[in-house]
């Protein structure tokens, strides 16, 4: 049997390789530097540097591209603007997410348990936490996690696809069970996550061996043009689509594939949930993007309905439950739910415009997502012997918190603003654009229920704002809430503020770049 070698274009693939490569060398700083605190400062460096000259280097293609796009293994990977305006902005995040990682409260504590392998409460646990150590593999592990969505946004296999899939899906498992305190509810979300995560993956797989079956293909490109040569449009086709799309519908968290976020937000460690609810969420919708409109276009009509369905039963479940939420990360969680249902509002239709809308929507709604959580992270619960505790997130702890930390409180009211789409935010130019992009396509009653939503959402949004600026402090809460103070985390929080006022404010640059890279995804074939 002759084997013919692959014909592999690197180039391209630079921001990728220097992401995951920094990961593996990451792993052998964790097996020769010993001192804890040399070995985080290391990694913290290494993350830091590495998601800086990847994203140099993504933002230097994206400027010399030519062309449709660049086919870096034939049927199986491409890289274009569209994937390039996607790896960007993981990249932003990845950033954003290693500051949180690396932040310290004023007394030395970090976010992460001292020894991942310890079980909450025991005395190996006590005794690392008195010797210092710390989990500095955490670092190595979101370079994983951000490689991995770099290259799940430019497959173009449905079997590579799941390997991009795994790649970041693996390291997110280990760093949600790595929270400092409250350890069993970490462990719990870890394991719900694994466990659901292992389903999803399960159904995705067995939906690509069905289409293979009915088309003896994988390649998205391939597997198109099967589907407009099968006349009629074989039954076992659309129930390989459907089930491909619930392991993506897993992923960004639509209902009724949902019930690992709220546990799972609740019971991470607050940098990891900002991580995975702003670039999980940016990778799934890129992926799913690259699926609908370069695989399963001609199943318009067949699938449409799932859309719709989906995208209506997201909104509202994730708008009702979000309504009688007391703990602001559970809150947060279901607001992220319904989100999800704002962005298939996108696909009704499969309006060609949900390829520029959606990058803008997820860089608007991931930006106030990292900065919502890095407040939650600031303020805390203070224990009777006067030491800081964990995170203060029942939702009566945040009244007052406007004469308390004035600041603070003004970015997380921008942020909420942002969630509820009001106007001179970015998250108002997201949904209008998305909305835009449906109404396009006919499909005004899916926008009506989702304009509704957004407005009954903007209640739980408006009232953690009534709290925090408008009710007093009951008494003796003052004394048992301790305000932060991070350098790292308030840089993320005014970087973040600041993108989402921007953005709302002047997002004509943005949407720009959003149409380019709309353009390049459309026009693009398999490449010969």
């Given amino acids: 049997m002759n084997w013919t070698q692959p014909d592999i274009t690197w180039g391209p693939l630079v921001p990728i390789l220097v992401v995951l490569l920094?990961?593996?060398?990451?792993?052998?700083?964790?097996?020769?530097?010993?001192?804890?605190?040399?070995?985080?400062?290391?990694?913290?460096?290494?993350?830091?540097?590495?998601?800086?000259?990847?994203?140099?280097?993504?933002i230097v293609l994206w400027a010399t591209h030519e062309g449709s796009g660049t086919v870096v293994?034939?049927?199986?990977?491409?890289?274009?603007?569209?994937?390039?305006?996607?790896?960007?902005m993981l990249m932003v995040f990845g950033i954003l997410a290693v500051l949180l990682f690396a932040a310290r409260t004023r007394g030395g504590e970090e976010e992460f348990t001292p020894l991942g392998s310890t079980s909450p409460g025991t005395?190996?646990?006590?005794?690392?936490?008195?010797?210092?150590?710390?989990?500095?593999?955490?670092?190595?592990?979101?370079?994983?996690?951000?490689?991995?969505?770099?290259?799940?946004?430019?497959?173009?296999?449905?079997?590579?696809?799941?390997?991009?899939?795994?790649?970041?899906?693996?390291?997110?498992?280990?760093?949600?069970?790595?929270?400092?305190?409250?350890?069993?509810?970490?462990?719990?979300?870890?394991?719900k996550y694994f466990l659901l995560g292992a389903f999803s993956s399960a159904i995705y797989i067995f939906g690509?061996?069905?289409?293979?079956?009915?088309?003896?293909?994988?390649?998205?490109?391939?597997?198109?043009?099967?589907?407009?040569?099968?006349a009629g449009h074989d039954p076992l086709i659309i129930a390989a689509a459907v089930l491909i799309l619930v392991g993506l519908f897993f992923k960004i968290g639509a209902v009724p594939f949902h019930s690992w976020v709220p546990d799972v937000y609740q019971g991470a460690p607050s940098p990891v949930t900002a991580f995975m609810a702003a670039a999980t969420k940016a990778a799934a919708v890129a992926a799913l993007l690259r699926i609908v409109y370069a695989s399963f276009y001609p199943l318009e009509w067949e699938l449409n309905w799932l859309f719709w369905t989906i995208a209506i039963v997201t909104m509202i479940v994730g708008t009702l439950v979000a309504l009688v939420q007391t703990d602001i990360?559970?809150?947060?969680?279901?607001?992220?739910?319904?989100?999800?249902?704002?962005?298939?509002?996108?696909?009704?239709?499969?309006?060609?415009?949900?390829?520029?809308?959606?990058?803008?929507?997820?860089?608007?709604?991931?930006?106030?997502?990292?900065?919502?959580?890095?407040?939650?992270?600031?303020?805390?619960?203070r224990t009777p012997d006067g030491a800081v505790g964990a995170e203060a997130t029942r939702l009566g702890q945040w009244a007052g918190l406007g004469k308390r930390a004035?600041?603070?409180?003004?970015?997380m009211a921008i942020f909420l603003l942002s969630f509820a789409g009001i106007p001179l935010t970015a998250g108002f130019v997201g949904k209008f654009v998305v909305f835009r992009s449906a109404i396009t396509e006919g499909a005004?009653?899916?926008?009506?229920?989702?304009?509704?939503?957004?407005?009954?959402a903007a209640f739980f949004y408006i009232r953690l704002i009534v709290l925090m600026f408008f009710?007093?402090?009951?008494?003796?809460?003052?004394?048992?809430?301790?305000?932060?103070?991070?350098?790292?985390?308030?840089?993320?929080?005014?970087?973040?503020?600041?993108?989402?006022?921007?953005?709302?404010?002047?997002?004509?640059?943005?949407?720009?770049?959003?149409?380019?890279?709309?353009?390049?995804?459309?026009?693009?074939?398999d490449g010969k």
């Fill in 329 to 381: 990360k559970r809150m947060l969680a279901y607001s992220s739910i319904a989100h999800a249902g704002f962005i298939l509002v996108a696909f009704a239709g499969f309006s060609a415009e949900a390829l520029s809308s959606l990058p803008f929507y997820l860089l608007a709604y991931g930006l106030a997502t990292i900065g919502a959580f890095a407040i939650v992270t600031q303020v805390r619960e």
């Fill in 123 to 191: 005395l190996d646990e006590t005794r690392a936490l008195r010797q210092g150590f710390q989990v500095t593999e955490v670092f190595p592990l979101a370079l994983f996690a951000v490689g991995g969505m770099m290259l799940f946004t430019a497959v173009t296999d449905f079997v590579f696809l799941f390997v991009a899939l795994e790649l970041f899906s693996l390291p997110l498992y280990i760093l949600v069970a790595l929270a400092r305190r409250r350890r069993s509810l970490s462990h719990e979300a870890a394991l």
């Fill in 471 to 525: 009710t007093d402090v009951p008494e003796g809460q003052a004394e048992s809430i301790e305000i932060e103070y991070s350098p790292l985390t308030r840089a993320v929080v005014v970087v973040t503020a600041a993108l989402t006022l921007v953005l709302g404010v002047v997002p004509g640059p943005a949407l720009a770049v959003a149409e380019d890279a709309a353009v390049m995804l459309s026009s693009l074939t």
């Fill in 73 to 88: 293994l034939r049927l199986m990977l491409v890289v274009d603007k569209q994937s390039l305006a996607w790896q960007i």
């Fill in 208 to 230: 690509v061996a069905l289409l293979f079956g009915a088309t003896t293909q994988t390649s998205f490109t391939a597997v198109q043009r099967a589907i407009e040569i099968i």
């Fill in 22 to 58: 920094s990961a593996a060398a990451g792993i052998l700083v964790e097996a020769f530097i010993r001192t804890h605190a040399t070995r985080r400062l290391v990694q913290f460096v290494l993350s830091v540097g590495a998601l800086v000259v990847a994203l140099g280097a993504a």
């Fill in 406 to 411: 004035p600041w603070l409180a003004a970015a």
């Fill in 444 to 456: 005004w009653p899916l926008v009506l229920v989702a304009v509704l939503a957004s407005a009954a």
